[in-house]
């Protein structure tokens, strides 16, 4: 799977363990930067993989910001775009499930790394459940 990747300073660090893993298993990845701790601007960051990911360059997205809400909010922006919050990995095998979620979004200051990936593994390994779950997304998309 091509996975592209960004993050903003505040999950720069969490960003380059996610990509270690996801070479691991052996996705192939695209990162859109940062490229340091110095500080950037989340919502360039966030665009730039949503886009990918909606021009269908990428099959999905993983950003990361400090807590990973303004990323997120850059990135459900893009049209096309679901892109899921996630501290737990319930919350990434339900946002999968129940919202096709093309993009995950995590904090690099609120997520340890070991459960970042663990995350990450629940998120690309779950499938949508479609059904009622369908006419829903249907709807997200609409908007
Ligand atoms: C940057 O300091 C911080 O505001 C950002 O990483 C993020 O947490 C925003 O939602």
Redesign the pocket.
Known sequence: MLIAIAS????YELKEKVKEHLRDRGEKIVDLGTTSEG?VD?PIYGKACAEAVASGKAEKGIVI???????SIAANKIKGIRCGLCTSVEMAELTRAHNDANMLAM???TTAPDLAMKIVDAFLDTGFEGGRHQRRTDMLDEM
């Open positions: 903003d300073h505040g999950g500080s989340y910001c400090g807590t990973g809400i303004g990323i904090g690099g200051r």
